[in-house]
């Protein structure tokens, strides 16, 4: 079990760092306010405004109804930390040097001469929060307090991880108990760890804790505008939920902590509310991958699309996303054109007069999506990696051409239940053409059919390829930068 001291070396150095992130407040009042509320392991199908069955999302499903509800909208990566840098930086998350899932044995993260949402926003005076999980590296120099927030109550992982090595499971099995144990999590608050999850009751506490971290901060900046990033741990396994919600879907645990979710949100734009913040506030809600299939009854649903969590299947990479802002956006509305993750920094950036990045991006300005005008089509390609660096498909409107390439499946094995995982199977493809209008789950190949949109895509491909490489073909590529180190930094 780790300590506070041997986790980060921890309580001299919280205060100082805090201070040093400290940034001028900005009180005016017609800067808009950014609620960014991030869902880990969330399906394209798990919000009623999306298709979901046997719960109910209202809270949710009222963003939709004051905003925009977005139907191809992608992750950097189908991945937990790689979509999180995705997110962050505005990169496909190769660029920036992080890939898969960081592991608590981990000496990477984040590295410090990214610029980031929290960094770009403070240039206009922005207070900058995250309530909730992090993993974008938990060593001391790749903390949020060290990359542009200013407050930060959370787990620095995932809430299924080990805090020291381990074999790669994600908790051991009490064979005697017939019951999966899931290792104590440290809960950091600004730099310092507060105190141990150390079980299902204890991570029961999480969506509530989290929400009232983000209720209390919008009610302490409501004269500043302010970036509030809440990303919660749910519905990542293992679940659990607050006495509030136990038994309360027809789905089961994953159904209840789906609510209990849902009243977070609701929470959210109470305060909002509360403050007369709502029509100048803009409030993303999305996912960071799909569902974690092989977890069965525990884990979400794709909605239909093809396989999840961990390929760059469109049920891996494709996520539910609402964004609702009331001064700008037109109410009720649905935008069927490609968005990305990595599109939320330099939109950011547009609607507050910040500076984009000094280094190279991937993501575009979507802002013209958000007042409704679908004409302006700022991104029609889009680029699906995997792995440390696999370049594995590539959308053009609405044609998907799939990179010959092996994957992590799904299909033909049993999933398992009550939070035992089942196994995953394996496949391999070669060239493949998916027309996504016709065909959102990828069944029919119809490459024979279209062999010019073969040539275009692959062209597209061999380009990106020239700049960030692919291993599928042992191609580097001279525009990915490497991730932050704790060894280089110590020296």
Same mark, same amino acid.
Not at 69 to 82: K, L, M
Not at 176 to 195: E, F, H, Q, S, T
Not at 358 to 380: C, H, M, Q, S, T
Not at 390 to 410: A, F, G, I, Q
């Given at each position: 079990?780790?300590?506070?001291?041997?986790?980060?070396?921890?309580?001299? !150095?919280?205060?100082?760092?805090?201070?040093?992130?400290?940034?001028?407040?900005?009180?005016?009042?017609?800067?808009?306010?950014?609620? !960014?509320? =991030?869902?880990?392991?969330?399906?394209?199908?798990?919000?009623?405004?999306?298709?979901?069955?046997? =719960?109910?999302?209202?809270?949710?499903?009222?963003?939709?109804?004051?905003?925009?509800?977005?139907?191809? *909208?992608?992750?950097?990566?189908?991945?937990?930390?790689?979509?999180?840098?995705?997110?962050?930086?505005?990169?496909?998350?190769?660029?920036?040097?992080?890939?898969?899932?960081?592991?608590?044995?981990?000496?990477?993260?984040?590295?410090?001469?990214?610029?980031? &949402?929290?960094?770009?926003?403070?240039?206009?005076?922005?207070?900058?929060?995250?309530?909730?999980?992090?993993?974008?590296?938990?060593?001391?120099?790749?903390?949020?307090?060290?990359?542009?927030?200013?407050?930060?109550?959370? !787990?620095?992982?995932?809430?299924?991880?080990?805090? /020291?090595?381990?074999?790669?499971?994600?908790?051991? @099995?009490?064979?005697?108990?017939?019951?999966?144990?899931?290792?104590?999590?440290?809960?950091?608050?600004?730099?310092?760890?507060?105190?141990? &999850?150390? %079980?299902?009751?204890?991570?029961?506490?999480?969506?509530? !804790?989290?929400?009232?971290?983000?209720?209390? *901060?919008?009610?302490?900046?409501?004269?500043?505008? *302010?970036?509030?990033?809440?990303?919660?741990?749910?519905?990542? +396994?293992?679940?659990?939920?607050?006495?509030? *919600?136990?038994?309360?879907?027809?789905?089961?645990?994953?159904?209840?902590?789906?609510?209990?979710?849902?009243?977070?949100?609701?929470?959210?734009?109470?305060?909002?509310?509360?403050? $007369?913040?709502?029509?100048?506030?803009?409030?993303?809600?999305?996912? %960071?991958?799909?569902?974690?299939?092989?977890?069965?009854?525990?884990?979400?649903?794709?909605?239909?699309?093809?396989? #999840?969590?961990?390929?760059?299947?469109? $049920?891996?990479?494709?996520?539910?996303?609402?964004?609702?802002?009331?001064?700008?956006?037109?109410?009720?509305?649905?935008?069927?054109?490609?968005?990305?993750?990595?599109?939320?920094?330099?939109?950011?950036?547009?609607?507050?007069?910040?500076?984009?990045?000094?280094?190279?991006?991937?993501? /575009?300005?979507?802002?013209?999506?958000?007042?409704?005008? =679908?004409?302006?089509?700022?991104?029609?390609?889009?680029?699906?990696?995997?792995?440390?660096?696999?370049?594995?498909?590539?959308?053009?409107?609405?044609? @998907?051409? /799939?990179?010959?390439?092996?994957?992590?499946?799904?299909?033909?094995?049993?999933? #398992?239940?009550?939070?035992?995982?089942?196994?995953?199977?394996?496949?391999?493809?070669?060239?493949?053409?998916?027309?996504?209008?016709?065909?959102? $789950?990828?069944?029919?190949?119809?490459?024979?059919?279209?062999?010019?949109? /073969?040539?275009?895509?692959?062209?597209?491909?061999?380009?990106?390829?020239?700049?960030?490489?692919?291993?599928?073909?042992?191609?580097? #590529?001279?525009?990915?930068?490497?991730?932050?180190? +704790?060894?280089?930094?110590?020296?």
């Amino acid at each position: 079990m780790i300590s506070s001291k041997s986790f980060l070396g921890l309580g001299v !150095l919280s205060a100082a760092a805090l201070s040093g992130c400290m940034q001028k407040s900005n009180t005016n009042s017609t800067a808009p306010n950014i609620v !960014l509320i =991030f869902i880990d392991d969330m399906g394209y199908g798990d919000l009623s405004s999306f298709g979901a069955t046997q =719960f109910n999302t209202p809270n949710i499903d009222q963003l939709a109804v004051t905003g925009m509800r977005f139907t191809n *909208f992608y992750v950097a990566q189908a991945v937990s930390s790689a979509s999180r840098a995705g997110l962050m930086t505005g990169c496909y998350a190769h660029r920036v040097g992080i890939s898969g899932a960081l592991m608590p044995y981990d000496s990477i993260g984040i590295n410090q001469e990214e610029e980031l &949402i929290p960094e770009l926003l403070g240039q206009k005076g922005y207070r900058s929060c995250i309530a909730g999980k992090w993993h974008l590296g938990h060593h001391l120099p790749f903390l949020p307090l060290q990359n542009g927030f200013h407050e930060y109550l959370g !787990l620095p992982y995932s809430n299924d991880m080990w805090p /020291v090595d381990y074999d790669g499971l994600p908790a051991t @099995k009490d064979k005697a108990a017939g019951k999966l144990v899931y290792p104590p999590l440290p809960l950091i608050r600004g730099n310092d760890m507060v105190r141990e &999850i150390r %079980d299902l009751n204890d991570q029961a506490e999480l969506t509530t !804790l989290y929400t009232e971290f983000a209720v209390d *901060f919008i009610n302490r900046n409501h004269k500043n505008p *302010f970036f509030l990033y809440l990303a919660h741990s749910m519905p990542h +396994v293992p679940l659990a939920v607050s006495d509030k *919600f136990a038994g309360k879907s027809e789905q089961g645990l994953y159904g209840d902590v789906i609510m209990e979710i849902d009243w977070s949100v609701g929470e959210i734009m109470k305060a909002l509310n509360k403050n $007369g913040l709502k029509e100048n506030t803009l409030v993303i809600f999305t996912s %960071d991958n799909g569902p974690w299939l092989n977890f069965g009854n525990h884990a979400g649903s794709t909605g239909g699309l093809r396989e #999840g969590k961990g390929c760059s299947w469109e $049920g891996g990479q494709r996520v539910p996303c609402i964004m609702s802002w009331p001064a700008r956006i037109p109410a009720g509305t649905i935008c069927n054109n490609i968005a990305s993750t990595i599109d939320i920094l330099p939109t950011l950036c547009a609607m507050t007069g910040a500076g984009l990045p000094a280094k190279k991006i991937d993501g /575009v300005n979507i802002l013209p999506l958000l007042e409704g005008d =679908f004409e302006a089509n700022p991104r029609n390609v889009f680029y699906y990696f995997y792995r440390r660096n696999s370049l594995e498909n590539v959308r053009k409107d609405n044609w @998907k051409l /799939v990179l010959p390439h092996t994957y992590r499946s799904y299909e033909g094995v049993m999933p #398992g239940n009550d939070g035992w995982p089942g196994p995953y199977s394996s496949g391999k493809t070669d060239y493949e053409l998916y027309d996504l209008r016709r065909d959102p $789950g990828e069944r029919y190949d119809v490459k024979e059919l279209y062999p010019a949109i /073969v040539e275009e895509l692959t062209k597209l491909a061999g380009e990106m390829r020239l700049d960030l490489g692919d291993e599928n073909i042992q191609m580097a #590529g001279p525009g990915a930068r490497k991730p932050g180190s +704790v060894k280089k930094s110590a020296q």
